[in-house]
């Protein structure tokens, strides 16, 4: 089994930064992938950002966003910049744990999430 725990949310100016952090424990060895989440009240669930043999990234976070990892400490780590109000959203870290993953910023693709932590930008 896996425990996800995301913290670093916030509220910011719109064209400031956040880091968010997701400290993974447990069955960790078994992790195929892992990415950030966001989703915002009445709205399906979207994929910003994911790690699996390479970086994955939604076209609104390209070139602002970078996702990243400490394979030692098993932290993911998603540093936001430049930071819009449209970027306002609940932000969940998750993982696919011990199967296959063809589509790595696919929600229905993960089989384990931490419980969220928010981000609000105001203009």
């Known amino acids: 089994q896996l425990q996800l725990v995301e913290s670093g949310g916030g509220s910011v100016q719109a064209g400031g930064s956040l880091r968010l952090s997701c400290a993974a424990r447990?069955?960790?060895?078994?992790?195929?992938?892992m990415g950030w989440f966001r989703q915002v009240p009445g709205k399906e669930r979207e994929g910003v950002a994911a790690l699996h043999a390479g970086k994955y990234y939604s076209d609104s976070a390209k070139d602002r966003f970078t996702i990243s990892q400490d394979y030692d400490k098993n932290v993911l780590y998603l540093q936001m910049n430049n930071l819009k109000p449209e970027d306002t959203a609940m932000y969940y870290c998750?993982?696919?744990?011990?199967?296959?993953?063809?589509?790595?910023?696919?929600?229905?693709?993960?089989?384990?999430w931490g419980q969220g932590t928010q981000v609000t930008v105001s203009s």
């Open positions: 998750a993982a696919v744990h011990a199967r296959a993953i063809r589509r790595p910023l696919d929600h229905s693709e993960y089989n384990f």
């Open positions: 447990g069955d960790t060895s078994r992790i195929e992938c």
